[in-house]
């Protein structure tokens, strides 16, 4: 009989329980939740609760709460979540320092616990913190992915379908670059039943949209005093399950380009395939004049982010 896959939790906070339940939900093998000493509790509680979930579902999955790095090892994909979460007034960039430290020490239990696991990255400020990453693990590129596009694009779907008053599942959005206020959502890849969404709402309401779009996160803050979990958390199992389950579904992910569309030694949203082997390929897609300059403005944003994060 095949061992079930094993996912580790990097965090036990709300985006770390809502991975744990959908990864539960989902039988996409069994669950460690991991959180420092002090929140151990947490760990263990949420495992627990979840567990209990499974057993009135009928899902196979044995959960895990711990402190312990020992506890991961042998994991198949590993997603981090460590990190203070924004409040209100904070940019992404501000939580760079705090979290930046964080990350590090996560990054080195990782490399040495799950050397084989594929690292899903959520952390904010989410470009520097996976680059930080793979520059600590040594990983390979295929191996270490940020959770961005798949979130942004999901935003745009959602305000889209809503402005269009169609259904969501009829919305096809892509939504590429850094995770913060310079993103790009494509329009030319933007469409409600195969149909261009420039042909069915106007310029006014995409520009809105697209500004909605960038200010995603912090729309979210403001209403709850904290950050999003539920999308989020959502956005990383879609990668994980692409991964575990070898579906090679393309997905707006955070990665690290060694050339594609001209950047190099940068983590930036591109579409990608993801399948058994990780990261199996970067999509590149032919951009409009105007797409390809937002898009050189984010990369600048994302690297000035970076070396800035180089310098602490």
């Not at 992915?145 to 979130?151: E, N, R, T």
């Not at 745009?156 to 206020?181: P, R, T, W, Y």
């Not at 797409?291 to 994060?309: T, Y």
Request: net charge neutral.
């Amino acid at each position: 009989m095949p061992q079930r896959k094993k996912i580790a939790l990097i965090g036990a906070g709300n985006i770390g329980g809502e991975l744990a339940m959908l990864a539960a939900r989902k039988e996409l093998g069994d669950i460690v939740l991991l959180d420092i000493p002090e929140k151990e509790g947490v760990a263990k509680g949420k495992a627990l609760d979840i567990a209990q979930t499974c057993a009135l579902d009928g899902l196979d999955a044995k959960l895990t709460g711990t402190s312990s790095y020992a506890d991961i090892k042998g994991a198949d994909v590993v997603i981090v979540t460590a990190g203070v979460p924004r409040k209100p007034g904070m940019s992404r960039d501000d939580l760079l320092s705090i979290n930046l430290k964080i990350i590090r020490g996560v990054a080195a239990q990782i490399k040495d616990n799950a050397p084989n696991a594929l690292v899903i990255v959520i952390s904010n400020p989410l470009d520097a913190m996976v680059y930080e990453m793979k520059k600590v693990t040594g990983f390979p590129r295929k191996r270490v992915l940020g959770m961005a596009g798949a979130l942004d694009s999901a935003r745009f779907q959602c305000f889209i379908a809503e402005a269009a008053n169609c259904s969501v599942k009829d919305v096809s959005a892509m939504v590429l670059g850094g995770h913060g206020d310079t993103m790009v959502p494509c329009l030319t890849y933007t469409t409600i039943k195969s149909v261009p969404v420039t042909q069915l709402l106007s310029k006014d309401a995409l520009d809105a949209m697209i500004k909605r779009t960038r200010g995603g996160g912090g729309e979210i803050v403001q209403l709850m005093g904290t950050s999003a979990f539920y999308a989020p958390a959502a956005g990383a199992i879609s990668m994980a399950e692409s991964y575990l389950k070898a579906q090679r579904r393309t997905i707006a992910c955070a990665a690290f380009l060694e050339g594609e569309y001209g950047y190099k030694d940068l983590y930036i949203g591109v579409p990608i395939v993801i399948g058994a082997d990780g990261m199996e390929k970067v999509v590149e897609i032919q951009l409009s004049a105007e797409e390809k300059a937002m898009l050189e403005a984010s990369a600048a944003a994302v690297r000035e982010l970076i070396e800035a994060a180089a310098k602490l």
